[in-house]
Nanobody, 122 residues
Framework: QVQLVESGGGLVQAGDSLRLSCAAS????????MGWFRQAPGKEREFVAA????????TYVDSVKGRFTISRDNVKNTVYLQMNSLKPEDTAVYYC???????????????WGQGTQVTVSS
């Protein structure tokens, strides 16, 4: 079992930056690939970014490429999502999740955090 706790969300203005953190604990938490997803009001949850257990492989949804960076610190068992040049359309609840292999598919993820709200005002 892996427990995930997100933090770092908040209210910012367009163009600002935020860094989300996801602290993992439990069995073999550092050996999982990790992903970030988001769900805007009235929309389905969508993939944002993922990173392999080693950190060597990352993948992003096109809408955040060049603005968001996913990284991890396996000593701290923490995954980060650095979000720059935020836009109002980035407003959503952001979730981190753990899986065996890097994937953009929500159904591939076994463990989920409770989410953290990010609101970007124009």
């Amino acid at each position: 079992q892996v427990q995930l706790v997100e933090s770092g969300g908040g209210l910012v203005q367009a163009g600002d930056s935020l860094r989300l953190s996801c602290a993992a604990s439990g069995r073999s938490s550092s050996s999982h690939a990790m992903g970030w997803f988001r769900q805007a009001p009235g929309k389905e949850r969508e993939f944002v970014a993922a990173i392999s257990w080693s950190g060597a492989s990352t993948t992003y949804v096109d809408s955040v490429k060049g603005r968001f960076t996913i990284s991890r610190d396996n000593v701290k068992n923490t995954v980060y999502l650095q979000m720059n040049s935020l836009k109002p359309e980035d407003t959503a609840v952001y979730y981190c999740a753990a899986t065996s292999l890097v994937s953009a598919l929500e159904s591939d993820y076994d463990y989920w955090g409770q989410g953290t709200q990010v609101t970007v005002s124009s």
